[in-house]
């Protein structure tokens, strides 16, 4: 069964608006973190947030924002102000619990395309 | 802002060779991870290490791999014998003490 699904293989949004990634979520653990990453095409994976499964207050860096939301087990990236830099592929990524040895699982990634 | 490092950032090996990628790990972080990412696909967990021994690792982590940590500070993944499909980025993490992993910037293996 997957642990992270991200439903969007691509998305486009124009410069300088907003847009949402969606990622769901699937752990018995009740501690786990939740991680959204950025890989452009250079490979690399860039750290973009994080919000950990006691956080009651939704993770902001900048212009990225999580929207999270534990019930729905749904954690998604909110983009603002989107720019050209922001193409790239997007991975939603849980790193579980002690009973999971702490390890990262990611999802299938999404591809965000800024139209200028 | 400590960082986990990676060495060679490519490398280009010829089917059936050896290989050892390498990592140094943040000096104070316990556990140590190696991932995988096929060009286009999602990224793989293949192996968790802590206390110098493999704590967990996945289905794809089968008798041609092996990790070790020779020297208290680097941290590396060895191919026997490489394949085709071995082909991909392998990433380093590591885990700190509030439980963030930290990722290295990846090795790029290309079997030929």
């Given at each position: 069964a997957q642990k992270i699904t991200q439903t969007q293989p691509g998305m486009f949004v124009q410069e300088k608006e907003a847009v949402t990634l969606d990622c769901t979520y699937d752990t018995s653990d009740q501690s786990y973190g939740l991680f959204w990453y950025k890989q452009p095409s250079s490979g690399e994976m860039i750290f973009l947030i994080y919000q950990g499964s006691y956080d009651e207050q939704n993770a902001t860096e900048g212009r990225y924002s999580l929207n999270f939301q534990k019930a729905r087990k749904s954690a998604n990236l909110v983009i603002s102000a989107?720019?050209?830099?922001?193409s790239a592929m997007y991975f939603c990524a849980m790193r579980e619990g002690q009973t999971g040895g702490f390890k990262t699982i990611f999802g299938a990634g999404t591809r965000l395309f800024v139209k200028a | 802002e400590p960082e986990v490092t990676q060495t060679p950032s490519h490398q280009v090996t010829q089917m059936g060779q050896e290989v050892i990628l390498r990592c140094v790990p943040i000096?104070?972080?316990l556990y140590f991870y190696w991932y995988r990412q096929i060009l286009g696909q999602k990224v793989e967990f293949l192996v968790s290490f802590y206390n110098n021994e493999i704590s967990e690792k996945s289905e794809?982590?089968?008798?041609q791999f092996s990790v070790e940590r020779p020297d208290g500070s680097n941290f590396t993944l060895k191919i026997r014998s490489t394949k085709l499909e071995d082909s991909a980025m392998y990433f380093c993490a590591t885990l700190g003490v509030t439980y963030e992993q930290y990722f290295g910037p990846g090795t790029r293996l290309t079997v030929t």
């Open positions: 989107s720019q050209l830099g922001d | 000096s104070n972080h794809i982590f089968d008798d």
